[in-house]
T-cell receptor, first 112, second 113 residues
Framework: DQQVKQNSPSLSVQEGRISILNCDYTNSMFDYFLWYKKYPAEGPTFLISISSIKDKNEDGRFTVFLNKSAKHLSLHIVPSQPGDSAVYFCAASSGNTGKLIFGQGTTLQVKP | GAVVSQHPSWVICKSGTSVKIECRSLDFQATTMFWYRQFPKQSLMLMATSNEGSKATYEQGVEKDKFLINHASLTLSTLTVTSAHPEDSSFYIC?????????FGQGTRLTVV
């Protein structure tokens, strides 16, 4: 049972445009959500997070939106840069366990 | 952010041998660390939760006798893949949670030949 889903395996955008990565979840107990960026053969790098009490969190070019009623979150990157090309994972956790459940990842390619 | 160091970054071993992977929190103490595994083009799957001073908690389907976890101090957790087989070849990643964020090690690419 995939509790966290990223239904788009890949996304290609032009440099300077907006990248929107989507993530859906099924477990209503999740109360904290995170986005990670990962390059091959490296550990994930934390990007941005959001608590379930908020619907938006912004950090520089990265904004995460949370729609609890739809159990959906998205990561917006604007403007997109070629260096943003990587695999992006969304992850969710519940309570204070620290355990993260990851989505399958979306490969983002930003073309110059 | 907090730094989690994982060693080695890659290892090749013969089938039947054991491999130990270390995960260290460099600038903080971690009572709990987590071990994940990622197969090519798949998601990170939680294997086990490593608790300092007590037994690890394994996720369903993960063999505790095969993947030995030791969290002997507040800054070190180790994962030992015992009697490794080619199907254990994967990317193993540890993490430690600090407040509401999880920080990850660099990962270890294990290849069993």
């Amino acid at each position: 049972d995939q509790q966290v889903k990223q239904n788009s395996p890949s996304l290609s955008v032009q440099e300077g445009r907006i990248s929107i990565l989507n993530c859906d979840y099924t477990n209503s107990m999740f109360d904290y959500f995170l986005w990670y960026k990962k390059y091959p053969a490296e550990g994930p790098t934390f990007l941005i997070s959001i608590s379930s009490i908020k619907d938006k969190n912004e950090d520089g070019r990265f904004t995460v939106f949370l729609n609890k009623s739809a159990k959906h979150l998205s990561l917006h990157i604007v403007p997109s840069q070629p260096g943003d090309s990587a695999v992006y994972f969304c992850a969710a956790s519940s309570g204070n366990t620290g355990k993260l459940i990851f989505g399958q990842g979306t490969t983002l390619q930003v073309k110059p | 952010g907090a730094v989690v160091s994982q060693h080695p970054s890659w290892v090749i071993c013969k089938s039947g041998t054991s491999v130990k992977i270390e995960c260290r929190s460099l600038d903080f103490q971690a009572t709990t660390m987590f071990w994940y595994r990622q197969f090519p083009k798949q998601s990170l799957m939680l294997m086990a939760t490593s608790n300092e001073g007590s037994k690890a908690t394994y996720e369903q389907g993960v063999e505790k006798d095969k993947f030995l976890i030791n969290h002997a101090s507040l800054t070190l957790s180790t994962l030992t893949v015992t009697s490794a087989h080619p199907e254990d070849s994967s990317f193993y990643i540890c993490s430690a949670r600090v407040l509401a964020e999880a920080f990850f090690g660099q990962g270890t690419r294990l290849t069993v030949v």
